[in-house]
């Protein structure tokens, strides 16, 4: 079967997806903001919201610990304003940043945050965090990881 027929077949989201995922990966900064919003227009709301959150993800772990985090996040905050689910990845892609570089932050956010976030979170360095979370985590693998990472850091 050629690549021509194997396209035809699948459905039309899938083919917008990729289609996404590709014009985000080349916009340019500029661009990022409407491109964002052209995306979750997509009456596909469940794969447009999946498309954008590779791309933020993807951006926020490049930018996350450097000066251009802050105001890319509060375009990008402006950009996914009707999506609550990206408007809380990118806070806690904030509370990420501010743990790794020592900046104030509150146990309680951290404990009220997302398993993906106290996922990632229990594999840093920061001492406190991964303690709270080998304590606290909202799950047993998170605890696990966390206390797997205490482990790791005592040893060293």
């Given at each position: 079967m050629t690549d021509d027929a194997l396209q035809s077949q699948e459905p039309a989201e899938h083919l917008r997806f990729r289609a996404y995922l590709s014009a985000l990966e080349?916009?340019?900064?500029?661009?990022?903001?409407?491109?964002?919003?052209?995306?979750?227009?997509?009456?596909?709301?469940?794969?447009?919201?999946?498309?954008?959150?590779?791309?933020?993800?993807?951006?926020?772990s490049a930018l996350h610990l450097g000066p251009d985090y802050v105001p890319w996040a509060e375009m990008m905050t402006?950009?996914?304003?009707?999506?609550?689910?990206?408007?809380?990845?990118?806070h806690e892609w904030s509370l990420l940043r501010a743990v790794a570089l020592g900046q104030p932050w509150h146990p309680d956010t951290l404990l009220g945050s997302s398993n993906w976030l106290q996922l990632t979170m229990a594999t840093t360095s920061n001492t406190d965090a991964?303690?709270?979370?080998?304590?606290?985590?909202?799950?047993?693998?998170?605890?696990?990881?966390?206390?797997?990472?205490?482990?790791?850091?005592?040893?060293?």
């Open positions: 080349q916009v340019t900064d500029a661009d990022e903001p409407g491109l964002i919003r052209e995306v979750l227009a997509d009456p596909g709301q469940m794969m447009a919201a999946s498309a954008v959150l590779r791309h933020l993800d993807h951006r926020a402006q950009a996914t304003t009707g999506s609550p689910f990206l408007g809380q990845r990118l991964v303690s709270l979370l080998a304590e606290q985590g909202r799950t047993k693998r998170i605890r696990s990881t966390a206390k797997t990472t205490l482990q790791r850091h005592s040893s060293h």
